[in-house]
């Protein structure tokens, strides 16, 4: 039963992820008004993650190794038993159909931008 005030408790409640950033008080940029930093810095906090998440890994297969292993089996057998290649195909498809729309916005960005440039440059 839930009181005034209180939130109802989730049976995922700890399954929730948090991702922390190192600066949490720097924003990321327009994409529009600055795409060449923008991406520089969005692959630069993917890399941050994906090193974060692999040395989160090792940590916890040199604390519980037993646990570490049964899920790894677990996920191996997963992976067995799901058609990989279609899977795979699918994002392939997936990937090639958002490709086109995100090459055009990237070069409408970078059109915008040095169009801008030009103007503040004349005057």
């Known amino acids: ?4 005030g209180q939130r109802p408790r989730s049976r995922l409640s700890p399954l929730v ?5 190192k ?3 720097k924003p990321m940029p327009s994409p529009l008004a600055e795409p060449d930093r923008f991406l520089d810095q969005a692959v ?11 040395k989160d890994a090792v940590t916890f297969v040199r604390r519980e190794p ?3 292993v049964l899920s790894a089996l677990a996920i191996g057998y997963v ?16 990937a090639a159909s958002v ?9 409408a960005a970078k059109a915008f931008r040095s169009s801008t440039n030009g103007e503040t440059a004349e005057k």
């Not at 039963?1 to 005034?4: G, T």
């Not at 630069?44 to 692999?54: I, P, Q, S, T």
């Open 17 to 21: 992820i948090t991702v922390k950033t």
């Open 99 to 107: 490709a086109k729309p995100l090459a055009i916005s990237y070069i």
């Open 79 to 94: 992976l067995r038993t799901l058609p990989i290649l279609a899977l795979v195909g699918f994002v392939v498809r997936l």
């Open 66 to 68: 037993e646990k570490a």
């Open 1 to 4: 039963m839930v009181e005034d």
């Open 23 to 25: 600066n949490p008080s």
């Open 44 to 54: 630069a906090r993917a890399k941050e993650n994906v090193d974060r998440v692999r």
